[in-house]
């Protein structure tokens, strides 16, 4: 079981730039694949981005493509998600979340079985 702890969320500006970072302990890093979902106010939690074991594939939802980027470090154990050209619509709790495996990432929030506690992300208008 891997220990996932993200940072870097907070209030920024419409049009700002964030990057999250989440953190990882406990497990075997460049073993798992890395995800970044969001949580809207009154809304589902939904996939955004994932990153496979080696980075070398990433997988984009369609909404996500443009202004938002993962990417990993596994000499620092960790993933971060760059958001640019921020909408408050982009306001929400960011989690991270892994999972053991050599495939292609998934989109879908029940397959990773590891999560992170969330980061709060306020965009204001």
């Known amino acids: 079981q891997v220990r996932l702890v993200e940072s870097g969320g907070g209030l920024v500006q419409a049009g700002g730039s964030l990057r999250l970072s989440c953190v990882a302990s406990g497990g075997a890093f460049s073993s798992y694949v890395l995800g970044w979902f969001r949580q809207q106010p009154g809304k589902e939690r939904e996939f955004m981005l994932a990153?496979?074991?080696?980075?070398?594939?990433?997988v984009y939802a369609g909404s996500m493509e443009g202004r938002f980027a993962i990417s990993r470090d596994n000499a620092k154990n960790t993933v971060f998600l760059q958001m640019n050209s921020l909408k408050p619509e982009d306001t929400a709790v960011y989690y991270c979340?892994?999972?053991?495996?050599?495939?292609?990432?998934?989109?879908?929030?029940?397959?990773?079985?590891?999560w992170g506690q969330g980061t709060q992300v306020t965009v204001s208008s």
């Open positions: 990153i496979s074991r080696s980075g070398g594939t990433t």
């Open positions: 979340a892994a999972r053991d495996s050599s495939g292609t990432p998934s989109t879908s929030s029940g397959w990773y079985d590891n």
